[in-house]
């Protein structure tokens, strides 16, 4: 039936490709954006046009920023000789949200998993190795998630970074097992930083 609306099937059909999102709640959405004014519409539409024309990657940490480079890494207050790695964006703000960490950031875009085609030369680690070889920074703290590809990584930049006479440091294990570091509360984070060990 909804098919012969093909706005809306073809809305429904975009929708559904955002994670998590299968044809029902796509289906929601696009009844909820349908009963929405246009002005409410159009603020969406130029939200997302705004997110792909002005957000990139900072040079240095490789962090979604508008600003290059981004405001974490121009910031005085920081503490130059700690840097820690994250997969993704998201994984940086929740230390961030957490206040544990007044370091600098390495966003590597990834995990290693070798069944999927992605190794060292996929991720941003020969950006992460160049800025290590300055001199400055003493400690590496590996904030990876706690999956299987999460541990092979870290295992991996640690031993890179030890070759480089550098502390490689890794989050306690008050994070749960296979968690990604975006769903973890505040508190936990903050544990985790704050108890992080060697590898």
Do not use: W
């Not at 206040?99 to 991720?123: A, K």
């Amino acid at each position: 039936m909804l098919d012969s609306v093909p706005s809306f099937t073809r809305l429904v059909g975009e929708l559904t490709k955002f994670p998590g999102v299968g044809k029902k709640t796509a289906a929601r959405f696009a009844f909820f954006l349908l009963r929405q004014p246009t002005s409410e519409a159009e603020a969406l539409a130029t939200a997302i046009r705004q997110v792909k024309e002005q957000i990139r990657f900072c040079s240095a940490c490789f962090h979604m920023t508008e600003q290059d480079p981004c405001p974490l890494c121009r910031d005085p207050g920081r503490d130059d000789t700690l840097l820690c790695v994250v997969e993704e964006p998201q994984a940086l703000l929740a230390i961030e949200r957490s206040r544990s960490f007044r370091g600098r950031y390495h966003v590597l875009h990834g995990t290693l998993s070798p069944l999927d085609g992605i190794g060292p030369e996929q991720l941003k680690i020969a950006p992460l190795l160049e800025r290590l070889q300055g001199g400055t920074i003493q400690e590496v703290l590996i904030a990876t998630n706690f999956t299987v590809e999460g541990d092979a990584t870290a295992l991996y930049l640690a031993s890179r970074i030890q070759e480089l006479g550098i502390r490689a440091t890794r989050l306690a294990y008050g994070i749960p097992m296979g968690s990604e570091l975006e769903y973890v509360d505040e508190a936990t984070v903050n544990r985790a930083v704050e108890g992080r060990r060697e590898i």
